[in-house]
């Protein structure tokens, strides 16, 4: 079976994130007021093959943290999409 | 009060994606087997303040528009998240 697998990668609290220190700044000028704590990341959509939805899950978070993510500086986590991008047959 | 929100932009069907097919091809060499379809995105993580989900949602959305995607070539959505990296006091 085919399941949609959407792998987030985010920066470890602490540290330095200016793509979101500079999106955060811009905000008010938007006038967006009262957005705080923005950090930028990256998310991959796949569609994984896989027996059953917790193999899946176990692969997607297997190659997040070896291909996806610099585990040193960033988390990674998977969970299971709402859509397949190439369907789910 | 304040609301955990995570924004994440795709690139559209059909607009060519460089990074997630890059992926694709070198997970074989890496022992993954039976993933496609692979997608490179953004994330963005922040905190909302807003009277209640609905706005902060809705500002999320606004946002995400004009500011964090390029609707010519991306999709942004937004969902409330699950854990607020500012607290959420």
Redo the contacts between chains.
């Keep these: 079976m085919?399941f949609p697998v959407i792998v987030?990668?985010?920066l470890r609290?602490g540290i330095a994130d200016p793509e979101?220190a500079t999106?955060?700044r811009?905000?008010p000028a938007?006038g967006?007021?009262?957005?705080?704590?923005?950090?930028?990341?990256?998310?991959?959509?796949?569609?994984?093959?896989?027996a059953d939805e917790a193999s899946a899950l176990e692969?997607a978070t297997?190659?997040a943290e070896?291909?996806?993510s610099n585990p040193v500086i960033e988390d990674a986590s998977a969970s299971i999409g709402t859509s397949?991008?190439?369907g789910s047959a």
């Design positions: 085919n987030t990668v985010t609290e979101g999106i955060e811009a905000l938007l967006f007021t009262g957005v705080t704590h923005v950090r930028a990341g990256k998310s991959f959509r796949m569609t994984i093959e896989a692969k297997a190659l070896r291909l996806l397949a991008i190439g």
